[in-house]
């Protein structure tokens, strides 16, 4: 069999890794902690629209977001929160959690850079997500929420331009969180940046235009589209921000791990 | 060998710049421990750090079998090792086997080679019976054994030890102290930080002696004891108390310049105690016996490498850090 190029073995080494150690140190509880928080709010989301909308919503919201399934709306928006938030939870806190465990210094002693690495994390990450994501689907199914996916070609482009952005944005945290010592305050910011302007659980029309601005900054916001036309619009996915996905998640990965070696040495002054 | 020239490097802050390394110029060749110890604001850990490439320098040179670790990081990756004592550098949640083979594997060891290396360094570490434990439930000692075996699974030509038994039980350390030897023994470069200055004093044959980040002396142990003017210590016991040798022994510490101590023995006798840089034990015997004393004891204790650090610094400005 011929050997792989270095940077695979990393990368495999790096998920195989981190698959037994997650199994070990989280089992089954953890996975039911994090579901939890998308099924309720599918579930807050049916109970507000059968009490509040009395099942229907309103003309405007059709208007903006090209559906009158609000809880297939939701249930997109949830999972792809879900996507976002987990992948840059696992990515981006790989190298500080290194540096807490006092592993970091043997790490960065050893000759791979740091793609492979994360590569390696990404992968688990989306491994388990996707686990995530299809309980968290298969329950709105239970609920009655049906979704408009415009056929696996674009389901796939979906999944790309969200995991280019989401990985993008965690190679670049993951340099921030690694300089400022703390991921806590740095992940919520962002969680609470990205909520608000990439139209995950409302649409984006509602947010005042320099919002509406700054979201394109970020490389979810056009991700979001590209999901949104592949399962909730039926509008299939738009090539322009498609490529706006791709180009800016790209974007966000090169500075991200461009800056992560001087973050590592920042990080190395102050402890192994 | 690992060579650095004039190396300097610099931690800048907004309002002040730290000078941690001011032209250092030492070598680290194979086969060979050699140790790099520190006064006060030395730089030690630093140094290393460079050498490991985890810093890079603010300006001078380093090279590593010729390789530039700024050009070619990589390349000197694959020749070098890092163990710090203190730092655990191993994963809690993973086995000692799963962390040997974790590390093996950045380091691309083949599959075929691995396999065989790790269950090596596991027996050498002493950790075959826990293998399969995780770390988290190891000893301090334990999980420092799996790091120093973390540090050799890429068999590194040159190992850098920045406090390697800190905190570690002394048959522990005595067995760490035995593998660094014998790796030294079969080509490895090794360059040793340690506050144990007799494990310095064991294990180096050439040391540097640096403080707040500049070279201060260098040289094999015994040549930087002799370099320092350390003293030895004659002790003489004797087996009654005379005033006659007293005054004899008074005299010939007068006329070397220095003071003799006299101290009374448990069994009734004296010790007569007399430090001096050359060996005086013979003449102050036979100065002892010419007034006719009885010698019941004599014994001389060598100047050891703490003496002569101690004599280069104040003692309070030695690190222990």
Known sequence: MPTPPPAVTVAWATFHRTWSVTRRAYPWSYFVGTLMLGVFTVGLAHLGLEAIGGGRVAASFAAATGTADYLGYITVGAAAFMFTTHGILWVAKALIQEQREGTLGALLVTPPGRLPYLAGFTAFAYTAIALEVTVLVACARVLGVRLESTGPPDALLAVLALGVAVFGMSAVLSAVMIIAGEAHIT?????????????????????????????????????????????TTGAGVSPGRLAAALGLGLAYAVAGLRWLPLAERHAMQRSY | MI????????FRTRRTTAVAVDGLTLEVPRGRVTGLLGLNGAGKTTTIKIMATLLHQTSGTVRVDELDPLRQPDAVRRRINLIAGGERMVYARMTGRENLWYFGRLYDVPRAVLRGRVEELLELVGLTAAADTTVERYSRGMAQRLSIARGLVNDPAYLLLDEPTLGLDAPIARDLRRLVARLAREGTGVLLTSHYLTEVEELCGHVYVIGEGRHVTAGSPAELTARAGCHRTVRIRLAERS??????????????????????????????????PDDVAGPLAMAVVAAGGTLAGLEVAEPSLEDAILALADAPRLVTA
């Open chain 1, 187 to 231: 992940q919520n910011t962002l969680f609470f940046a990205i909520a608000l302007l990439s139209g995950f659980t409302f649409p984006r029309q509602d947010l005042p235009a320099v919002l509406r601005w700054a979201g394109e900054l970020v490389p979810t916001t056009a991700a979001m589209d590209v999901v949104r036309g592949a399962f």
């Open chain 2, 3 to 10: 060579r650095t020239d004039d190396l300097r490097k610099e």
């Open chain 2, 243 to 276: 005033p006659g040798v007293e005054a004899a022994v008074a005299a010939f510490a007068a006329r070397l310049g220095t003071d003799a101590g006299l101290e009374p023995a448990d069994d009734g006798g004296v010790v007569v105690s007399l430090s001096h």
